[in-house]
């Protein structure tokens, strides 16, 4: 089924009034690169101070998420994530000072990003056809 035929229906959180949209993926890297997916799980791993929960908040296992953090630990210079095992208190894990500068960077690269764009993306939503149904 072509998309546009369900333009303006939900599909998953995102609607077809949300299109055309960009999405970023900065490569560093044979195989190595930082995504809306990374940055999200950062951003989720700094507001609750746990992979567990970050991964849960992104529906994705503990597993999965502790290979991300490890896939952008070996990425860069310094880690990007702290962690510490848990015990009687509980783990936790934290954006080290270098974490904060890639994710920062990379939200710095997606705005930018967004407003080089707006133009084109707008002259592609000029050129869809009509709404389905």
């Known amino acids: 089924m072509p998309l546009r035929a369900n333009r303006g229906k939900v599909r998953g959180m995102m609607q077809f009034s949300d299109f055309p949209r960009l999405r970023l993926r900065v490569y560093l890297g044979p195989g190595d690169w930082v995504g809306p997916g990374k940055a999200e799980l950062l951003e989720h791993i700094a507001e609750t101070g746990s992979i567990a929960a970050a991964g849960r908040r992104m529906g994705m296992s503990y597993r999965r998420a502790w290979q991300l953090v490890e896939t952008l630990n070996a990425m860069f210079r310094d880690p990007v994530v702290e962690s510490s095992r848990g015990g009687v208190r509980g783990g936790g894990a934290t954006l080290t000072k270098t974490g904060r ?30 709404a389905g149904d």
């Open 101 to 130: 500068a890639v994710l920062a960077a990379y939200r710095a690269a997606e705005a930018e990003a967004r407003r080089a764009a707006s133009d084109p993306l707008q002259d592609l939503r000029a050129l869809l056809g009509p």
